[in-house]
């Protein structure tokens, strides 16, 4: 959220023709710079310094004015030089102070900003630039509370500045006071509708509380008031991806990238497009890059760290999340949850434990903690109420959302399911007015991909693609056993499991046709040609192969994968495919308990999440028909539990291999797993998740509805 871009403050001079007289005292001279300064003629406003400076070396205001120029033309560090030698003056003013405090902030060096900036006021108390300054150091650094002060002071002396009303809307919108922050940057606004800066922020604003309507319309006229306004570009690109277009939000930071290719933000925000995008190589690239423009900024190597851990380099990764959470940022909080994040994937519950409850003590209402610990323990009375009454007063579209889904998990701790699953409603609610999905037309694409995948097609390709039998896919309904068997058979030493890839969906989405577009899928199976499925499935081969190239097998547990198992077998005919199944209602219930990390727009409503199962079924019914046995098998979850070496030693004899013993031991497997499931599989086989559903069953009418005659009595 940037403040109005200021120069830092010159002493005022009375404007005057310059003329220079032949012989001038170092009053003189100086007075005479400022006056060149203030015309616009920097070339003889030096030469007078720096003529000055030959008399008297450390001269404070011959070193302030060549802080300013240096400023201007872009050296800060020089600038920085200057005015420090300037404030070492005993008599330097509070003027100097708080322009070094801008010049500081604008280096990322915060808390050099800050000393600077205190000293500003406590020479000066009615500086208004001195109090401005330093609110605006202080917002960065995470100093909120003391920013507001400082700021309100300075609104309560210049009240019509619409610099001053966008600063202070940026101190509320970190405070998560988001209806302040809003009437702040309309304000801002209606003093200034030109103001390209304050409808950006407004933009994200929006955004935050979940309007992304107004908040694309406030980001559109940011840029069409100022084509270079950056952050809009940033903005907006997050708002496509709260819409979820990461593609547009692409196209915008390419927008941004074309006029400043190395902007840290921009790095950033795409990096994290492509990482969530299934291209983690593209994204490391992107985060390496930002952390090489600004090795300042926490942003930059938390989102390192984050691109790290998608490459499974742990040790990496968990060093820049030490790097981000050294460095001054508005919300270390969040840092210290991400690593956290990252411990709980490794199997280090305990060390995370830790790090959400730093977290918590930093900023009590940091939702990403209290939703991360609600995933590893039992809440007790007490926090059940400090979450409710952080959840009545936050106005945070996504904060609101973890809290609704960690309150419903704690209130069934207490065993009061009515009240749990009131919370679980809403937050399911919440998270579904976030976006557009049209059950209807999903529908209508499965009925596609069966009237186009017929036994013609199959015959006609059969044998085509490439013959690697190292691909494994596990498919199916999320939370329907995928991750478990996943890690029964990733425990075996000659099974890598690289988690749920979207290297086959993306080879899919990037299908053109002569025109260069994506054809779509399936409408493509009828324009492939025969040699298109040996170069795809190398390709597919290639990528996988990297991340396990010592594995016999590598496993992507993709569920979603379920809709292009035909593909898979024309691609890949020697690749085993391993369909989850588990009680229906169990399934969908079990969905609809989670906040998922990815993109699964069916799980959020009963009644869309029974009609995506039946879906789901009748399409796996059709590749049964089509599919050979020996490369497509289903299993059970609750034939799992039941009898856990039977389906294992089954399901390694399925991928070709030899039995090994360590797949009984699969919670001691501390490889990474990046699933909602990943604490689940860290212990060893339960029962308690079967026939869950039926306590809550007189809140389940629209998914039994909607499951119809699939439903287990």
């Not at 927008?255 to 291209?279: E, M, Q, W, Y």
Request: proline share 5%.
């Amino acid at each position: 959220m940037p403040r109005k871009a200021k120069a830092p403050a010159a002493p005022e001079t009375p404007a005057a023709a310059v003329s220079q007289p032949q012989v001038m005292s170092i009053e003189q001279a100086i007075a005479l710079a400022y006056q060149h300064w203030n015309a616009g003629q920097t070339a003889q406003a030096e030469q007078l310094c720096q003529q000055v400076l030959h008399v008297w070396p450390e001269h404070g205001d011959a070193l302030h004015l060549l802080g300013l120029l240096a400023h201007t033309q872009g050296n800060l560090s020089l600038a920085i030089d200057y005015v420090q030698r300037a404030c070492a003056a005993p008599s330097a003013p509070a003027l100097f102070y708080s322009n070094l405090t801008e010049m500081l902030r604008g280096s990322g060096r915060l808390a050099e900003a800050e000393k600077a900036g205190r000293r500003a006021v406590a020479l000066d108390s009615q500086l208004i630039t001195g109090w401005s300054n330093l609110g605006i150091v202080l917002q960065e650094a995470g100093k909120l509370d003391e920013s507001l002060v400082c700021l309100r002071r300075v609104i309560e002396r210049v009240p019509d500045s619409p610099e001053n009303h966008n600063n202070l809307g940026n101190t509320l919108a970190r405070l998560g006071r988001l209806q302040e922050a809003r009437r702040e940057y309309k304000a801002a606004i209606g003093l200034k509708p030109s103001y390209s800066v304050a409808h950006s922020n407004l933009a994200k604003l929006l955004n935050d509380l979940g309007e992304t309507g107004p908040a694309m319309a406030e980001a559109r006229q940011a840029i069409e008031i100022e084509p270079r306004n950056l952050d809009a570009y940033i903005n907006i690109a997050a708002i496509c991806l709260a819409r979820s277009d990461p593609d547009e939000a692409l196209r915008w930071l390419d927008n941004l990238a074309s006029v400043a290719p190395n902007h840290p933000g921009g790095l950033v925000s795409r990096a994290r497009i492509l990482k969530d995008g299934d291209r983690p190589g593209e994204a490391l690239e992107a985060a390496r890059q930002a952390v090489a423009v600004a090795p300042q900024s926490g942003e930059a190597h938390e989102m390192l760290a984050q691109c790290l851990a998608r490459h499974d380099q742990s040790e990496e990764a968990l060093a820049s999340y030490d790097r981000a959470i050294a460095l001054p940022s508005p919300r270390p909080e969040d840092k210290l949850v991400g690593k956290g994040s990252l411990l709980v994937e490794l199997g280090h519950t305990e060390q995370a434990r830790a790090l959400f409850d730093q977290a918590l003590k930093i900023n009590p209402g940091t939702a990403g903690a209290w939703f991360n610990r609600s995933e590893l323990e039992r809440f007790d009375a007490a926090e059940i109420a400090r979450m409710e009454g952080l959840l009545a007063a936050t106005e945070i579209h996504d904060d609101r959302i973890m809290l609704e889904f960690a309150l419903a998990k704690g209130w069934r701790d207490v065993g009061d399911d009515e009240r749990g699953f009131a919370h679980l409603a809403e937050g399911n609610r919440l998270k579904r007015a976030s976006f557009e999905y049209d059950a209807a037309a999903t529908d209508h694409w499965i009925s596609s991909i069966i009237e186009t995948f017929t036994e013609a097609m199959r015959d006609r390709f059969a044998g085509l693609g490439d013959p690697s039998p190292v691909p494994v896919f596990i498919i199916g309904m999320p939370r329907s056993g995928t991750t478990l068997v996943e890690q029964i058979l990733s425990s075996h030493p000659l099974v890598h499991g690289a988690g749920e890839l979207k290297t086959l969906q993306g080879m899919v989405d990037h299908i053109s046709g002569p025109d260069m577009r994506p054809i779509g899928y399936p409408k493509l199976l009828d324009s492939l040609l025969d040699t298109d499925l040996p170069r795809l499935g190398r390709y597919y081969v290639g990528h996988v192969a990297s991340l396990g190239p010592a594995s016999a097998r590598i496993i992507d547990k993709m569920p979603a994968n379920f809709l292009y198992a035909g593909l898979i077998n024309l691609l890949l005919p020697n690749a085993r495919i391993i369909h989850c199944r588990r009680d229906p209602v169990d399934t969908c219930f079990s969905c609809y308990t989670k906040l998922f990390q990815g993109e699964q727009r069916f799980a959020y409503d009963l009644a869309e999440l029974g009609r995506f199962h039946c879906g789901h079924d009748r399409l796996m019914a059709h590749w049964r028909t089509l599919l050979p046995a020996d490369r497509l098998t289903d299993v059970a979850y609750e034939d799992v539990v039941n009898d856990l070496d039977g389906e294992a030693r089954r399901l390694v004899a399925f991928l070709g291999l030899e039995w090994n013993d360590a797949c009984l031991e699969f919670w001691k497997n501390r490889r990474p797993v990046h699933t909602a499931s990943v604490n689940q599989v860290r212990q060893p086989i339960y029962r308690s998740s079967v026939g869950r559903w039926k306590a809550l069953a007189g809140h389940l009418q629209p998914l039994l509805d909607s499951l119809a005659g699939e439903v287990k009595k």
